[in-house]
């Protein structure tokens, strides 16, 4: 067993840990499973590196975890006993910026947050943002195919990604540094890398396509009475002013009771509404765009789909909306152990769903802290419950419930946070059988010998 970590160190040098030498943030991810120390830790700091890493683990049919921010919340960073963790946290940086062409190159380690910084700073607008945008890596984001609060406008990580770079389990280099918007030469095997969680090759460098940044942005919170008078807001919105609309976020009353009595933010509102929206649109340079978002807004007022709302009138005003949203962030502070989900429920299922855990919840679970907030526009739905003392049977029992209503309106598992370890077992909800064997097809002709990420996905 010790064979393959004196190759490694043969090869790799100081680049490989062990035993006490592994940083305690390389035993875990965000998900919750407990700490497990890996056998060795890998640090490489090229692709040359990494490809030689994998090589050694090929030959020798050792397991490899792969690691970036550690931010996932699924289990699919988070090591098993006796793998090689494999942390490309060392290849960080942005390589190139082609203002030209609207992109960047990037090293797969690299922040999220110094991706946007380096579009910012060159004109532009990373089109990918989510909460842990300081520690989450470009590499992990499209590993997972993250989502975030723009999806509405900017689509998930696959439709902001042109090219990769990408080392296969036997250590091969495939690369498509592409830049151009149209490559029709051949197959697109890119996006096979896209959200595949790491079970079919490692990631190591990610080009961008970017956006112009937004002008005018608008920002409003809204409240409704229905989830159906909130979809008609969105549509009437979109009709209005097509294109516009950044994010389109919705909060439940159990939601805003949290942020409230909980943790401790004012009043939205002085009623209490079914449906908080959180809405803000980019409507352009032009003082009129900030007339037309607030218009738009009183004539959904007059006719009775919007019962209350605010504009923000600076950029505190902003910030103090977000922070509604935000408080899932501070849970931790306030609330006992949580099961997160992150699953999609079609829109015209949304109500249903919500029903059913309002009547569900309370039967089976009476000490429950439970809530549901979405980017909703995307079908993209959050739903976390708290739980004094929480036991493992516990957990399954809720998940069970979730993940049962989810299938029985034709939704899916997961949203945006991938499959990982924890949602493996409830993969077939939502994928069909001859879906699970082209999937295990891949993995075999990619993986033969089962080494990338074992046990996460399938």
Not at 346 to 357: F, G, I, S, Y
Request: with cysteine; charged share 20%; glycine share 10%.
């Amino acid at each position: 067993m010790n064979d393959v970590i004196d190759a490694l160190k043969a090869a790799l040098g100081s680049q490989v840990r062990t035993g006490s030498d592994i940083p305690l943030r390389n035993h875990a991810d965000a998900s919750g499973l407990a700490p497990t120390p890996p056998k060795a830790l890998a640090l490489p700091q090229t692709t040359e590196d990494v490809a030689t890493a994998l090589r050694i683990c090929h030959e020798h049919g050792h397991p490899v975890v792969t690691q970036g921010g550690l931010t996932g919340l699924a289990g699919g960073a988070h090591p098993q006993a006796g793998e090689i963790a494999l942390s490309l946290e060392r290849m960080t940086g942005i390589e190139e910026i082609d203002a030209a062409s609207a992109m960047l190159t990037a090293l797969a380690g690299t922040p999220l947050a110094t991706v946007q910084q380096a579009a910012d700073e060159a004109g532009y607008l990373c089109g990918i943002d989510l909460g842990a945008r300081g520690t989450c890596t470009i590499g992990g984001n499209a590993a997972t195919n993250a989502g975030g609060n723009q999806v509405l406008r900017y689509g998930m990580a696959r439709r902001n990604i042109l090219g990769l770079e990408v080392v296969l389990a036997d250590g091969t280099v495939v690369r498509s540094l592409n830049k151009m918007l149209k490559n029709n030469a051949g197959y697109d095997w890119t996006q096979l890398f896209i959200g595949s969680e790491g079970t079919l090759g490692v990631i190591t460098r990610v080009v961008i396509g970017l956006h112009p940044k937004p002008q005018g942005l608008q920002t409003a919170l809204c409240a409704v009475g229905s989830f159906e008078d909130g979809l008609l807001v969105l549509r009437q919105f979109q009709q209005a002013h097509p294109g516009r609309l950044l994010v389109f976020e919705a909060m439940w009353r159990e939601f805003m009771s949290v942020a409230t009595r909980i943790c401790g933010l004012p009043n939205a509102f002085e009623a209490e509404h079914d449906i908080t929206l959180l809405i803000e649109a980019d409507m352009g340079e032009d003082p009129a765009g900030t007339e037309a978002f607030s218009l738009v807004l009183s004539d959904l007022y007059e006719r009775g789909l919007i019962k209350d709302a605010l504009v923000a009138q600076s950029r505190t005003d902003r910030n103090r909306f977000w922070a509604y949203r935000e408080t899932p962030y501070e849970y931790g502070r306030f609330l006992p152990e949580e099961i997160r989900f992150d699953v999609s429920v079609p829109l015209d299922r949304m109500t249903e769903a919500v029903a059913h855990l309002r009547e569900e919840m309370p039967k089976k679970w009476p000490e429950a802290i439970w809530v549901a907030f979405g980017h909703v526009a995307d079908s993209n739905i959050h739903i976390n419950v708290a739980i004094q003392d929480m036991t493992d049977e516990t957990k399954k029992d809720v998940q069970g419930l979730v993940y049962d209503l989810v299938s029985r309106l034709g939704g899916s598992v997961s949203a945006e946070h991938g499959i990982g370890r924890i949602k493996r077992p409830y993969l077939s909800l939502s994928r069909s059988e001859p879906e699970l064997a082209l999937m295990a097809k891949m993995k075999q002709t990619l993986d033969p010998a089962g080494i990338l990420n074992p046990g996460r996905v399938l």
